[in-house]
């Protein structure tokens, strides 16, 4: 398997544009992860999904910020409009799991955003 | 509110030692706990994942017990190499939350050859 799978690598864009974040998780797994990673605050979950629909969205900061899972190969995290603060590291991770309880989650590469 | 803590926060030792690192919860109602292992400018590769009702779980090299009621964790390190070089981070997963993992900060190890 390929693993999980996301793009951009990297992102550059400037303040006020619209930044999309694109993942594939590894096929088969029915549970998908956004996260993001900074200096300051570590590694905080943003949102997950279960076969595709939304569960905990707490972690989502503003608005700004939204997530697609339209099926089970795909989803994207959206930043409209990004803002600096927004420079992070995101991942995508993926896992199965029963009735909400995950097992062991898989961590794409990671796509590096910085917002000017 | 569940709180995870990692300590130390970097720690240099020379190849060949044995080394153990620390993990500390706050809410003992976890589900699993997870050890990963992130590169610089690498994504997370999980290492070890232990459920609430085991006391230890062992791969190679690595050993990770559990201590549900003292709300601690450590990953123990055998003969470490400077390939073992990383941040290693430990995450619990809680109980009625279902797939949310809530991160320490990480350890940053450095194995000097």
């Known amino acids: 398997d390929a693993g999980v799978i996301q793009s951009p690598r990297h992102e550059v864009t400037e303040m006020g544009q619209e930044v999309t974040l694109r993942c594939k998780p590894i096929?088969?797994?029915?549970?998908l992860f956004w996260y993001r990673q900074t200096m300051m605050r570590g590694l905080e979950l943003l949102i997950y999904f279960n076969n595709n629909v939304p569960i905990d969205d707490s972690g989502m900061p503003e608005d700004r910020f939204s997530a697609k899972m339209p099926n089970a190969s795909f989803s994207t995290l959206k930043i409209q409009p990004s803002e600096p603060r927004d420079s992070a590291v995101y991942f995508c991770?993926?896992?199965?799991?029963?009735?909400?309880?995950?097992?062991?989650?898989?961590f794409g590469p990671g796509t590096r955003l910085l917002v000017l | 509110k569940q709180e995870v803590t990692q300590i130390p926060a970097a720690l240099s030792v020379p190849e060949g030692e044995n080394l153990v690192l620390n993990c500390s919860f706050t809410d003992s109602a976890i589900y699993n706990l997870q050890w990963f292992r992130q590169d610089p400018g690498k994504g997370l590769t999980s290492l070890l994942l232990?459920?609430?009702?085991?006391r230890e779980q062992t791969s190679g090299r690595l050993n990770a017990s559990l201590d549900k009621s003292s709300g601690r964790s450590t990953l123990y390190i055998a003969a470490s190499q400077p390939g073992d070089s990383a941040t290693y981070l430990c995450?619990?997963?809680?109980?009625?939350?279902?797939?949310?993992?809530?991160f320490g900060q990480g350890t940053e190890l450095s194995v000097k050859p």
């Open positions: 995450a619990v997963n809680k109980h009625n939350q279902g797939g949310k993992l809530i």
């Open positions: 232990i459920q609430s009702s085991q």
């Open positions: 096929s088969g797994h029915n549970s």
């Open positions: 991770a993926s896992s199965m799991g029963q009735g909400g309880y995950q097992e062991t989650q898989y």
